[in-house]
């Protein structure tokens, strides 16, 4: 699992299994019946829990950053929640779901401080005035 050369290799069986459901290639931008095929793909060839359970959620959370809308494909993730046994990747799941869900789409983001790896405070709006964030569900104006 950890050798790329072989990691590679089963993504890549994966995918091929899912675009032999008659799927057009495509390189990003799945649809949701992709990905929840897929998801369903992984779930039957792979045996060892951990390596699908990786594999789901590398999956999951790389289809839905490529995704250009803001809605969120509840299927997918309820299909991710009900094949995933990692709890811990269920809980980061929610918090991104949650996350994403209190996003203001095309309005201010409130002003915040983040902390640096040399433990100063900055401020966000200092950091990002006058910027648009072009982000998988739309622009946030900054």
Sequence with gaps: MYYSPYSNYVINYLYNKTYSLGYPPKTNDYSQEFTLDLLNIINEKVSSKVTKNAFLKQTLIGHFYQKSSCKVNNKTFDRFFELSTNE?????????????????????????????????????????????????????NL
């Design 88 to 140: 811990n990747d269920k809980k980061q799941i929610k918090k991104l779901l949650r996350d994403t869900n209190t996003l203001p789409l095309n309005k201010k983001i409130n002003n915040f401080t983040i902390v640096d790896y040399n433990h100063s405070k900055k401020s966000i709006s200092n950091i990002i005035k006058g910027k648009k964030l072009h982000y998988s569900f739309g622009v946030l």
